[in-house]
């Protein structure tokens, strides 16, 4: 294990005004986005739409330091022959690879799941890091509702997530650890809070007890909000205060940095949340976004598939990711969003 590689890479990741474009959409949910912009998904449409993304400059180079690949995309070249690898490279960013393989039924546990890739990963990793991953990504799903999640679930999926954290270690790839607290439902702010407390605390047990190295990580969690269907939803500074009070409770200060996930939260919602958290520090540790939807949301819907329309959805997702950069320094404001 390379120590002062992976923590130069962990650091990078979350770099001053920069965050991660998690872009590591599994074939299914890829379908899923695209039928709702009509378009059908094949490996050509995944390919044109995730290049024209690493394109989009200068705002890859000045906003984005890494980019969450899926398997296929990690081996795929652009249009004209150019490894889309390199073309992420090109723009300062790093190369990452979501190595988990979904989240499945957790049997005798009826509603909850456990993330399953862990046989074969250490040589899936080599091959990886071959092909220039130098960061990997594990999602653990942990749902809110009747009676769940129970303990039994938040170790069994914390364990895993650990074991991946010291598998990617030996092999030199900075692990992403993400520990995702759902927010569908109608839970409050305060069970959220509970939930994410008890899933962060049973994490870093587990990273301890399996020798991880916490500089060089880096942690992928939710912030703590209401369930969507909650009755009464929480202002953009409830939200900061109960995210950071909760990391602050769990997250050592060995850790480089943090970077959220969006969650299924609205795009300013997401950037908003991210700038107001920033507003509460100085905080120990680098905070910045892992955005999927909400840095790509808005693309999307401008490309709809069609080559006339990149110029216009490149434009969309210039302006999500420098707001999400200036969301990163704590320095965006509601005006900027108007001013696109
Ligand atoms: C981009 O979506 C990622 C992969 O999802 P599937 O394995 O279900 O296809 C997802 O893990 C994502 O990286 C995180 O949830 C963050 O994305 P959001 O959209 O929550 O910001």
Same mark, same amino acid.
């Given at each position: 294990?390379?120590?002062?590689?992976?923590?130069?890479?962990?650091?990078?990741?979350?770099?001053?005004?920069?965050?991660?474009?998690?872009?590591?959409?599994?074939? &299914?949910?890829?379908?899923?986005?695209?039928?709702?912009?009509?378009?059908?998904?094949?490996?050509?449409?995944?390919?044109?739409?995730?290049?024209?993304?690493?394109?989009?400059?200068?705002?890859?180079?000045?906003?984005?330091?890494?980019?969450?690949? #899926?398997?296929?995309?990690?081996?795929?070249?652009?249009?004209?022959?150019?490894?889309?690898?390199?073309? +992420?490279?090109?723009?300062? *960013?790093?190369?990452?690879?979501?190595?988990?393989?979904?989240?499945?039924?957790?049997?005798?546990?009826? @509603?909850?799941? +456990?993330?399953?890739?862990?046989?074969?990963?250490?040589?899936?990793?080599?091959? #990886?890091?071959?092909? @220039?991953?130098?960061?990997?990504?594990?999602?653990?799903?942990?749902?809110?509702?009747?009676?769940?999640?129970?303990?039994?679930?938040?170790?069994?999926?914390?364990?895993?997530?650990?074991?991946?954290?010291?598998?990617?270690?030996? *092999?030199? +790839?900075?692990?992403?650890?993400?520990?995702?607290?759902?927010?569908?439902?109608?839970?409050?702010?305060?069970?959220? #809070?509970?939930?994410?407390?008890?899933?962060?605390?049973?994490?870093?047990?587990?990273? #301890?007890?399996?020798?991880?190295?916490?500089?060089?990580?880096?942690?992928?969690?939710?912030?703590?909000?209401?369930?969507?269907?909650?009755?009464?939803?929480?202002?953009?500074?409830?939200?900061?205060?109960?995210?950071?009070?909760?990391?602050?409770?769990?997250?050592?200060?060995?850790?480089? &940095? +943090?970077?959220?996930?969006?969650?299924?939260?609205?795009?300013?919602?997401?950037?908003?949340?991210?700038?107001?958290?920033?507003?509460?520090?100085?905080?120990?540790?680098?905070?910045?976004?892992?955005?999927?939807?909400?840095?790509?949301?808005?693309?999307?819907?401008?490309?709809? &598939?069609?080559?006339?329309?990149?110029?216009?959805?490149?434009?969309?997702?210039?302006?999500?990711?420098?707001?999400?950069?200036?969301?990163?320094?704590?320095?965006?404001?509601?005006?900027?969003?108007?001013?696109?």
């Amino acid at each position: 294990m390379n120590r002062d590689q992976l923590e130069r890479i962990a650091r990078a990741m979350v770099g001053k005004g920069k965050g991660l474009l998690a872009a590591d959409e599994s074939t &299914g949910t890829i379908k899923k986005r695209f039928e709702a912009i009509g378009i059908a998904s094949t490996a050509e449409t995944r390919r044109d739409y995730r290049e024209f993304m690493f394109r989009t400059r200068p705002a890859m180079d000045n906003h984005i330091s890494g980019v969450i690949l #899926y398997d296929e995309t990690l081996r795929q070249n652009g249009a004209d022959g150019t490894p889309l690898v390199r073309l +992420i490279e090109a723009t300062g *960013a790093i190369p990452g690879i979501k190595v988990d393989l979904g989240a499945k039924p957790l049997p005798g546990f009826p @509603g909850e799941t +456990i993330t399953e890739g862990l046989d074969g990963l250490a040589g899936r990793l080599k091959d #990886y890091y071959g092909l @220039g991953a130098r960061f990997a990504k594990w999602r653990a799903v942990i749902d809110i509702g009747n009676g769940i999640p129970t303990h039994a679930a938040i170790v069994a999926n914390a364990h895993a997530l650990a074991r991946y954290a010291a598998l990617c270690q030996e *092999a030199d +790839i900075v692990p992403i650890v993400e520990p995702e607290v759902l927010m569908d439902g109608d839970h409050s702010l305060r069970r959220c #809070y509970e939930v994410t407390e008890a899933v962060l605390k049973t994490v870093f047990d587990e990273l #301890y007890a399996q020798r991880v190295f916490l500089e060089g990580i880096v942690l992928k969690p939710n912030m703590v909000v209401p369930g969507k269907k909650a009755p009464r939803q929480a202002a953009v500074e409830e939200v900061a205060a109960a995210t950071v009070q909760v990391l602050k409770n769990c997250v050592p200060t060995a850790v480089p &940095g +943090i970077a959220f996930l969006s969650g299924g939260q609205s795009d300013v919602e997401a950037t908003a949340h991210l700038d107001a958290i920033n507003h509460l520090g100085p905080l120990p540790w680098a905070v910045t976004f892992s955005y999927g939807r909400a840095l790509q949301a808005a693309a999307q819907k401008a490309w709809a &598939g069609k080559p006339e329309n990149v110029p216009m959805a490149q434009a969309a997702f210039a302006h999500r990711a420098r707001m999400n950069g200036l969301a990163a320094l704590g320095e965006w404001t509601p005006p900027l969003e108007a001013a696109a």
